[in-house]
């Protein structure tokens, strides 16, 4: 009895996904539980598994865009990896001209149907190419970057040593690579947020020195006791969620004709990864002490930068921070995460003069940016806020006696 392998249901808003890569080939035996494809959605990457073990028969291509519900794939279900016993008298060895047909075969079986696809585009020939998927698998991304090998040039020597270069400086070629739905879904949010809220971003500078000083005190004694270091997220998360005791528009949203102000903080911390930016959130994250949030922002970014984040752990944020600073960034005006109101923007930490007691001195210093919705938060609010986050930042113990 066959079975069909369909696309899931990965969450309540998403109608259609892309089929990102296929992990396995058409006609391997597969075990149940082995990953057979990546399924690329709006929000998240999901690995799909075998139901059972089997026989695999792929239906649909990489790059394929397909509804919830489409059959992709369909298993055999039985025992695998058995060989066919040779017969008397077959043992005669193949020729030459066979064994270069079976080896080529061997070599175009190994690349996948949307390799396949580019490479025939490029006019390359897919044995020519190397694969570095499982088993020596051509990938897509094999095929994109693979480029045609060059004509055997005459051995004589040049007339021109000058006109036998290739003009490396005016080369005009295009690499054209198809927008993962990720990507399109973050391009089409953040346009999205730039249309429709009356943005604005207001500044200040924190003096890093006392959290440094702190850091650097306790630092050893906190990964004994919690098993993983301080950070400097978790303690701006814990700014960010008493500041808004006193400031709570911003953590506020629209919904229609109506204001909701939550009465808890779900802290949405961006985390680069190699398909995009991606928002975790951290539930509840004003009842956890600075430990708890340390281990959720790892647990989150280790699942983001690895494929695995689900759909919920990146729903319903109601407040977001993002760290420019750890690409090197001085200054931002970072975009609202809609439905949002708000989103703080962290910036690196440079050596500047600062005026302490009247005295001029060396501190490290790091810019802090509010983004904010206009409609939502008025100015004594946003700046308010941010102000009460310095504040805090610059005299961590009254974050231990909220004050």
């Known amino acids: 009895m066959t079975i069909e392998i369909k696309v899931p249901v ?18 391997d035996f597969v075990e149940e539980g082995d990953i057979l494809c990546d399924i690329e959605s709006d929000k998240a990457t999901i690995e799909l598994p075998a139901e059972e073990s089997g ?42 001209e066979a064994t270069k047909q079976v080896e080529s075969s061997k070599t175009v079986q190994h690349a996948s149907p949307a390799a396949n696809k580019i490479l025939s585009e490029k006019g390359i020939d897919a044995a020519s190419v190397s694969g570095s998927g499982k088993d020596g698998r051509v990938t897509k991304e094999d095929a994109l970057n693979a480029s045609k090998k060059p004509e055997p040039t005459s051995t004589k020597p040049a007339v021109s040593s000058v006109s036998s270069k290739p ?60 098993g993983i270091k301080l950070g400097f997220m978790s303690l701006f998360t814990k700014a960010c969620t008493l500041a808004m005791k006193k400031h709570p528009l911003v953590n506020a949203q629209i919904e229609g004709d109506d204001l909701l102000i939550p009465q808890y903080v779900d802290m949405g911390i961006a985390v680069s990864s190699d398909k995009g930016l991606v928002v975790p959130v951290v539930r509840n994250s004003e009842s ?30 109601t407040f977001t921070i993002t760290n420019g600073g750890v690409f090197g960034s001085m200054l931002s005006t970072p975009i609202l995460n809609t439905p949002q109101s708000a989103i703080l923007g962290m910036h690196n930490i440079v050596e500047r003069a600062w005026v302490v007691d009247g005295k001029i001195e060396v501190r ?35 974050m231990i006696l909220d004050i």
């Open 10 to 27: 990965i969450g309540e808003s998403i109608t259609e996904v892309t089929l990102a890569a296929w992990h396995k080939q058409d006609g």
């Open 55 to 96: 026989t695999l028969k792929i239906l649909a291509e990489e790059g394929s865009d397909l509804p919830i519900g489409a059959v992709i794939a369909s298993l055999t279900p039985g025992a695998g990896g058995a060989t066919a016993k040779p017969t008397e008298g077959s043992t005669k060895a193949p020729t030459p």
């Open 167 to 226: 003009n490396i400086a005016n080369s005009r070629e295009i690499n054209r690579e198809k927008m993962s739905r990720l990507r399109k879904t973050i391009a089409k949010r953040l346009t999205e947020a730039k249309n429709t809220t009356a943005m604005l971003t207001t500044f200040n500078e924190v003096d890093m020195k006392p959290l440094m000083d702190l850091r650097k005190k306790y630092q050893d004694q906190f990964v004994k006791t919690h």
């Open 288 to 317: 956890m002490n600075l430990a708890q949030i340390e281990l959720e922002i790892a647990r989150l970014a280790t699942k983001a930068r690895d494929g695995k984040i689900t759909v919920d752990e990146m729903s319903g944020g």
């Open 364 to 398: 490290p210093i790091m810019y802090i940016a509010l983004s904010y919705d206009h409609r939502v938060i008025d100015g004594k609010d946003s700046v308010g806020f941010l102000k009460t986050v310095k504040e805090l930042l610059e005299d961590p113990s009254r």
